[in-house]
């Protein structure tokens, strides 16, 4: 069974840092692409990273580009984001997600259950 | 503003057929695949339909998909009071920096 599980959300103050982590199992993650999608409160699905199976090709949307970092550890099955100069807007439920290929394609077959982050003063 | 536009509200009746659309442009839905997604309040997505048109598994046929040119939709007949939920259309976005592009999503109401 596919599982996807998030961690390292929280309540961080405007301009500082925070690093989300992604616990895959249940498949061949080094044969995957990964990505992180998240979801404003009362929000649509916004796609925010995604990295390639051997991590060779990676994106990010425009609002993140320059402030977030996609990475992953194909020996932990593991994926993460690291997220810095955060602001308001990035309040959010960040999932992590799986591609059905191992290069991005946009066919999410498998969500995590999220993880909530609250940018605030 | 997503460069993909979903109507935000579609609505039905038990029985019926409701179509929700998807469009774009020739930078994404023209040229590439489409995904449609279910959420229910307080849960992840699931993917429904892949490659335009393709079921993914386990799910019933009421559900189908299609596009053409740079327009897109799912279609759910035979509608049931369990099929209400937030649809969302997704594709690829050659422009973009990134990759993937949400259309802002359609919530249905079964009446």
């Known amino acids: 069974e596919v599982q996807l599980v998030e961690s390292g959300g929280g309540l961080v103050q405007p301009g500082r840092s925070l690093r989300l982590s992604c616990a895959a199992s249940g498949f061949m993650f080094d044969d995957y692409a990964m990505h992180w999608v998240r979801q404003a409160p009362g929000k649509g699905l916004e796609w925010v990273s995604g990295i390639s199976s051997k991590s060779h090709i990676i994106g990010y949307a425009d609002s993140v580009k320059g402030r977030f970092t996609i990475s992953r550890d194909n020996a932990k099955n593991s994926l993460y984001l690291q997220m810095n100069s955060l602001r308001a807007e990035d309040t959010a439920l960040y999932f992590c997600a799986k591609d059905g290929y191992s290069s991005s394609s946009g066919e999410i077959d498998y969500w995590g259950q999220g993880t909530l982050v609250t940018v605030s003063s | 503003q997503s460069v993909v536009t979903q109507p935000p509200s579609a609505s039905g009746t038990p029985g019926q057929r409701v179509t929700i659309s998807c469009s774009g442009s020739?930078?994404?839905?023209?040229?590439?695949?489409v995904y449609w997604y279910q959420q229910f309040p307080g849960t992840a997505p699931k993917l429904l339909i892949y490659?335009?048109?393709q079921r993914s598994s386990g799910v019933p046929d009421r559900f189908s998909g299609s596009k053409s040119g740079t327009s897109a939709s799912l279609a759910i007949s035979g509608l049931r009071s369990e099929d209400e939920a937030d649809y969302y259309c997704?594709?690829?976005?050659?422009?973009?920096?990134?990759?993937?592009?949400f259309g802002g999503g359609t919530k249905l109401t079964v009446l």
């Open positions: 997704a594709t690829w976005d050659e422009r973009l920096s990134g990759y993937v592009v």
């Open positions: 490659g335009n048109s």
């Open positions: 020739s930078s994404n839905i023209g040229n590439n695949y």
